[in-house]
């Protein structure tokens, strides 16, 4: 089952914009390996929007999953640039130290910054 979660992309993000995100703890479900990802996208109205795709998802591959929190995060890829900020209302802040390593990991060559802001 470890391996089923290692095939769980780290990071799913519109290629372009401002929008929700949310930071998503996935847990085997029965055993001890989890990981968390970032899953962000303009479609979403409300970052729980973003949460009742992902979970069913994760569920049907077996696992079973948490939202740590939520923020938006602006991304430009003409400038290569990410910046990670704001809060869900639904589920509170998510770490954004740890949304940025993740989002480090998969776009490497970008300029990638994080703050409490709300805006």
Same mark, same amino acid.
């Given at each position: 089952?470890? *391996?089923? #979660? ?13 929008? !929700?995100?949310? #930071?998503?703890?996935? !847990?085997?479900? =029965?055993?001890?390996? +989890? ?7 303009? +479609? ?16 049907? #591959?077996?696992?079973? /999953?948490? /939202?740590?929190?939520?923020? !938006? ?21 998510? *770490?954004?130290?740890? +949304? ?16 409490? =802001?709300?805006?």
């Amino acid at each position: 089952m470890a *391996d089923a #979660l290692a095939k769980v992309p780290d990071v799913e993000i519109d290629p372009e914009g401002t929008f !929700k995100y949310i #930071l998503v703890r996935v !847990k085997v479900k =029965d055993g001890e390996a +989890s990981k968390d990802i970032v899953r962000g996208t303009k +479609s979403a109205q409300y970052h729980n929007h973003i949460f009742e795709k992902v979970s069913p998802a994760m569920e049907a #591959l077996g696992m079973e /999953c948490k /939202c740590l929190g939520g923020g !938006k995060i602006e991304h430009n890829s003409q400038e290569k640039k990410l910046r990670v900020f704001g809060e869900s209302t639904v589920f509170g802040k998510a *770490d954004h130290s740890v +949304s940025a390593e993740k989002l480090k990991s998969a776009f490497s060559g970008y300029e990638i910054t994080w703050s409490d =802001d709300t805006k």
